[in-house]
C-alpha cells in the first residue's frame, strides 16, 4: 500500500523551505504527497495582479512536486489572529480525514511569523494522540523555514530542537528549483530566502549527521499500533 504524506504550509512556500526535498525523496521512493495550504494573499491588503500572480505560482509548485491533491482553505494572510481558532481546527481536521496521511509536516510553533504559531495550535489541537489512530497518522514533524524559524526571538514557548534529520543530498538541486518558482516569495543573497543560505542551511543541517546536505525536523508526536 502506498503510504500518504500530507504537508501543510502556512503560506506558499512554506512546503519548500521546510520539508521540499523531503517530500521530493519521499516521491521519488513510490509515496503519494498531498498539500494542505492553510492562507493565501486576498484584497485589500494585495493587489489583484498580486492574487493571480499567487495562484500561478501555486500551480506550478503543484505541477512540480506532482501533488496528488491540493487543499487550499484561502484564509487571509498575517490575519489568523483575527479567527476564532476553532474555524481553522475543523478544516484542518476534515482534510486529515480525507487523506489519511502517515506523515503530516506541520509549522513550527516558535517561528517569528504569528500566522506559523497558530496553524500549529490548530494543527496539533486537530492531530491530539488519541485522535491519531482514527485519522490514520502515524507522525506529526515540525518543519524548519529559514527566515521564520531563525528569526524567532528568545520566548516562552519551545524554540525549534531538531530531532528527525532526512539527507536530501539527492534533492536539493530540485528543491531550490521549484523555490525559484517562488518570485515573488525568493530573495537575492545573501537574504535568508536566497539559494546560498537554502544550501547553506541544508549543509550545515547535513554535516550534524555526516551527510552532504539535509533538512531537519522536530518530532512533536509518533503513534505506534
Known sequence: ???RILSIAVHPDDETLGCGGTLLKHAAEGEALHWLLITAVSE?????????RQREQVEAV??????????WLKFPSSRLETLPLNDLIKPIRH???????ETVFAPNPSDVHSDHRIAFQAVTAALKAFYMRGLGVRRVLACEVI????????????????????????????????????????????MPRGPSAIRALARYRGAS???????????????CW
Do not use: N, W
Not at 503543484?62 to 491540493?70: C, D, G, L, P, Q
Not at 524559524?149 to 534529520?165: I, N, R
Not at 549527521?209 to 503513534?223: Q, T
Open 1 to 3: 500500500m502506498t503510504s
Open 44 to 52: 485589500p491588503d494585495y493587489t489583484a495582479a498580486q492574487i493571480t
Open 62 to 71: 503543484r505541477k512540480a512536486y506532482r501533488f496528488e491533491s491540493v487543499h
Open 95 to 101: 482534510v486529515i480525514q480525507q487523506v489519511r496521511p
Open 147 to 190: 527566515s521564520e524559524t531563525e528569526a524567532a526571538p528568545p520566548q516562552g514557548v519551545c524554540p525549534f530542537l531538531p530531532t528527525v534529520f532526512v539527507d536530501i543530498s539527492a534533492t536539493l538541486a530540485r528543491k531550490l528549483e521549484i523555490m525559484a518558482l517562488y518570485e515573488s516569495e525568493i530573495q537575492p543573497d545573501p
Open 209 to 223: 549527521v555526516g551527510v552532504e546536505y539535509a533538512e531537519a525536523f522536530m518530532l512533536i508526536r509518533e503513534c
